[in-house]
């Protein structure tokens, strides 16, 4: 059965950095696609970033150039480093595996409990 342990959220200012890390566990981590998705307070989570099993990359536009996905298949780990951040980034983030179809990335079902990063101004 997939895991996914999400860690290394915090509390930080504005404009300052973090990352994020993904321990998965259950399946082959090379052969998966993967992604990190954020639920900000009050509102639907959405896809933040994802990464295909052969190096493809997607940014939702809120993020480009602030955040980079990175995976170690060797550790099984999925990263997000997350730099400039704002108020705006507050939310629980969340990884999963899952599939790319064309460009468009769907995670499979299984959610970990997600780590809170939240940006004070």
């Known amino acids: 059965q997939v895991q996914v342990v999400e860690s290394g959220g915090g509390s930080v200012q504005a404009g300052e950095s973090l990352t994020l890390s993904c321990g998965v566990s259950?399946?082959?981590?090379?052969?998966?696609?993967v992604g990190w998705h954020r639920r900000p307070p009050g509102k639907q989570r959405s896809l933040v970033a994802a990464a295909s099993r052969d190096g493809r990359t997607f940014y939702a536009d809120s993020v480009k150039g602030r955040f980079t996905i990175s995976r170690d298949n060797a550790k099984n780990t999925l990263y997000l480093q997350m730099n400039s951040l704002s108020p705006d980034d507050t939310a629980v983030y969340y990884c999963?595996?899952?599939?790319?179809?064309?460009?468009?990335?769907?995670?499979?079902?299984?959610w970990g409990q997600g780590t809170q990063v939240t940006v004070s101004s």
């Open positions: 259950g399946t082959i981590f090379s052969l998966n696609d």
């Open positions: 999963t595996t899952g599939s790319f179809l064309g460009t468009t990335y769907y995670p499979n079902s299984i």
